[in-house]
C-alpha cells in the first residue's frame, strides 16, 4: 500500500501562483510514475502532469508552459508549480502514483485525497 498526502491547495486570484505538494509513503516501487490530476464540479477527471522515476514528463496542452511538474526522489515528493492561474484551473487536484513492476509493466495506482484549488477571477 502507499499513502499519499496532497497540501498547498487554496485560494488565489487570476495570475497568481500556487504551489501544490505531495507526499508519498509506504510500498513505493523503485520504478513509478507520480502525477496530478483535476476534477471540477460536473467534470471528468483529467490528466494535469506526469513525471517518471527517471524524470521525464508529461503535460495536458491547457496547463503547458504554466505548470511545471517536479519530483524529490529522496523524498518521495511530488511538486506542482502553477503560474498565470485562470478561473477555469478552478478544481479539486489530486496527486496519483503507479508502480511499475518493469518500464512498461504498470502495477498498483494508488490516489491521495484531493486538494482544493480556487482562482477568483
Known amino acids: 500500500q502507499v499513502q499519499l498526502v496532497e497540501s498547498g491547495g487554496g485560494l488565489v486570484q487570476a495570475g497568481g501562483s500556487l504551489r501544490l505538494s505531495c507526499a508519498a509513503s509506504?510500498?513505493?516501487?523503485?520504478?513509478?510514475?507520480m502525477g496530478w490530476y483535476r476534477q471540477a464540479p460536473g467534470k471528468q477527471r483529467e490528466l494535469v502532469a506526469t513525471?517518471?522515476?527517471?524524470?521525464?514528463?508529461n503535460y495536458a496542452d491547457s496547463v503547458k508552459g504554466r505548470f511545471t511538474i517536479s519530483r524529490d526522489n529522496a523524498k518521495n515528493t511530488v511538486y506542482l508549480q502553477m503560474n498565470s492561474l485562470k478561473s477555469e484551473d478552478t478544481a479539486v487536484y489530486l496527486c496519483?502514483?503507479?508502480?511499475?513492476?518493469?518500464?512498461?509493466?504498470?502495477?498498483?495506482?494508488?490516489w491521495g485525497q484531493g486538494t482544493q484549488v480556487t482562482v477568483s477571477s
Open positions: 513525471v517518471s522515476s527517471g524524470g521525464s514528463t
Open positions: 509506504g510500498r513505493l516501487s523503485s520504478i513509478n510514475v
Open positions: 496519483n502514483v503507479k508502480n511499475m513492476w518493469t518500464d512498461t509493466v504498470a502495477g498498483p495506482l494508488y
